[in-house]
T-cell receptor, first 110, second 115 residues
Framework: TQLLEQSPQFLSIQEGENLTVYCNSS?????LQWYRQEPGEGPVLLVT?????EVKKLKRLTFQFGDARKDSSLHITAAQTGDTGLYLCAVGGRDDKIIFGKGTRLHILP | SQTIHQWPATLVQPVGSPLSLECTVE??????LYWYRQAAGRGLQLLFY??????ISSEVPQNLSASRPQDRQFILSSKKLLLSDSGFYLC??????????????FGSGTRLTVV
């Protein structure tokens, strides 16, 4: 059983459209992170959320941590081709080990 | 500033051959170090982590081993590679003092193909 379920697995949309991807779990977490990974590269941290209900914005990206700290969403406004990549959510475990979801592969069409 | 170096970037090895992947971190001391493997459609799988020199914890039984001979050096090894060892290997570090705010910093990865 996967601890973190990310949906959708794949998403292909036109440039300029809005989109939301999700990260869900039945467990409660003290923090949750979102990473973006481009082909052939390691993941890069986008944001960490720690408080239930917290909303963080990074330019056109809006991250929300669920009130119960079991889930999170990433909303992208007016998607650009540079947003293409694999979006991974991750949660902390023992000894700072973190566990990743399988990710949402996003493709923005020009 | 902190940097992480991982090499080689790509590697093609025959089945049964040995493996050594190296990762070094600069600009920090006593980092937590991690080896992950990423296979297509299976996400990032934690293989090993280390909180100090000589301290290695294994997450999954497998054909691989890890060592940390110096504070900022982490090595992933195998005596005999299997076809199933193919994948994208990522090294990462974190600072326990500032985690989770700053998360993990990943290297650029090694694409290993066992033939």
């Amino acid at each position: 059983t996967q601890l973190l379920e990310q949906s959708p697995q794949f998403l292909s949309i036109q440039e300029g459209e809005n989109l939301t991807v999700y990260c869900n779990s039945s467990s409660v977490f003290s923090s949750l992170q979102w990473y973006r990974q481009e082909p052939g590269e390691g993941p890069v941290l986008l944001v960490t959320v720690v408080t239930g209900g917290e909303v963080k914005k990074l330019k056109r990206l809006t991250f929300q941590f669920g009130d119960a700290r079991k889930d999170s969403s990433l909303h992208i406004t007016a998607a650009q081709t540079g947003d293409t990549g694999l979006y991974l959510c991750a949660v902390g475990g023992r000894d700072d080990k973190i566990i990743f979801g399988k990710g949402t592969r996003l493709h923005i069409l020009p | 500033s902190q940097t992480i170096h991982q090499w080689p970037a790509t590697l093609v090895q025959p089945v049964g051959s040995p493996l050594s992947l190296e990762c070094t971190v600069e600009g920090t001391s006593n980092p937590n170090l991690y080896w992950y493997r990423q296979a297509a459609g299976r996400g990032l799988q934690l293989l090993f982590y280390s909180v100090g020199i000589g301290q290695i914890s294994s997450e999954v039984p497998q054909n691989l081993s890890a060592s940390r001979p110096q504070d900022r050096q982490f090595i992933l090894s195998s005596k005999k590679l299997l076809l199933s060892d193919s994948g994208f290997y990522l090294c990462a570090w974190s600072d326990g003092q500032f985690y989770p705010t700053y998360g993990y910093t990943f290297g650029s990865g090694t694409r290993l193909t066992v033939v």
